[in-house]
């Protein structure tokens, strides 16, 4: 197998998710927190991030059919979540969460419901690319220290 090929693959993938604003410069900064004691430490924080934030929209859904038009709980709970996004460097899911707490300070309860929408669903998508990205790490083998994408 041509581990060298997968690598490029990996970092081609990773560029893109930066590229299409999936991901900052936070996750490159998670990734240099990876040495040989603990090696996956990215997907592992990625994975609990991913095991946090379904719990947290699990909660602003019960939180907004159960508190209609509360929006300072919607707000508590989905800073909560931007402050997850923020960790792992989710931007695109940060960009929707403050979104969608522009429009609780509106008292806008459309808006706010569109916005979650937006959020489940760049939810879904991030965790699609981001599984398929340390799949390849994976495939690929241990290698050096994480690299930046080149902007």
Partial sequence: MDYSNLRRQAASMKKSLFDQGYLDEQFCQVEDLQDEASPNFAEEVVTLFFKDSARLISNIEQALEKYPKDFNKWDAYMQQ???????????????????????????????????????????????????????????????????RPSM
Avoid: W
């Fill in 81 to 147: 979540l931007k402050g997850s996004c923020s960790s792992i460097g989710a931007s695109r899911m940060k960009i929707e969460c403050m979104s969608f707490r522009d429009y609780c300070g509106q008292g806008n309860a459309e808006g706010c419901m569109k916005s979650f929408q937006k959020v489940k669903r760049e939810h879904g998508v991030l965790r699609q690319k981001l599984e398929a990205y340390f799949q390849l790490l994976r495939q690929a083998g241990p290698t050096g220290a994480a690299t």
